[in-house]
């Protein structure tokens, strides 16, 4: 059994700042890609940024966060940080964590795993 715990969602002013972070425990081989996903009311769960085990970053090209959000993990840890700067209204939305984990005791099988949400409000 695997669980991402996401945190760090919270209200925040316009231009403001905030870090989302994300654990995923159980019995885990290795995470691969780990990333952060943003679902705002009435649309879709879209893409903000991946990481892969190496560290190679990407960023949603439809997503407006290029220069403001910056994705990074600890292997180790089995974690994946969000950090957020610049915050608009815009970016108000639930955040998600994802992981494909590899599990089973050579890590033979990879399986997508998803956290439960936080949300990120950003208001005046």
């Known amino acids: 059994q695997v669980q991402l715990v996401e945190s760090g969602g919270g209200l925040v002013q316009p231009g403001g700042s905030l870090t989302l972070s994300c654990a995923a425990s159980?019995?885990?081989?290795?995470?691969?890609?780990m990333g952060w996903y943003r679902q705002a009311p009435g649309k879709q769960r879209e893409l903000v940024a991946v990481i892969s085990s190496g560290g190679s970053a990407k960023y949603a090209d439809s997503v407006s966060v290029k220069g403001r959000f910056t994705i990074s993990r600890d292997n180790a840890k089995n974690t994946v940080d969000l950090q957020m700067n610049n915050l608009q209204v815009e970016d108000t939305a639930v955040y998600y964590c994802r992981a494909d984990v590899r599990i089973g005791y050579y890590g033979q099988t990879t399986s997508v795993y998803w956290g439960q949400g936080t949300q990120v409000t950003v208001s005046s």
């Open positions: 159980g019995s885990i081989f290795s995470t691969n890609v």
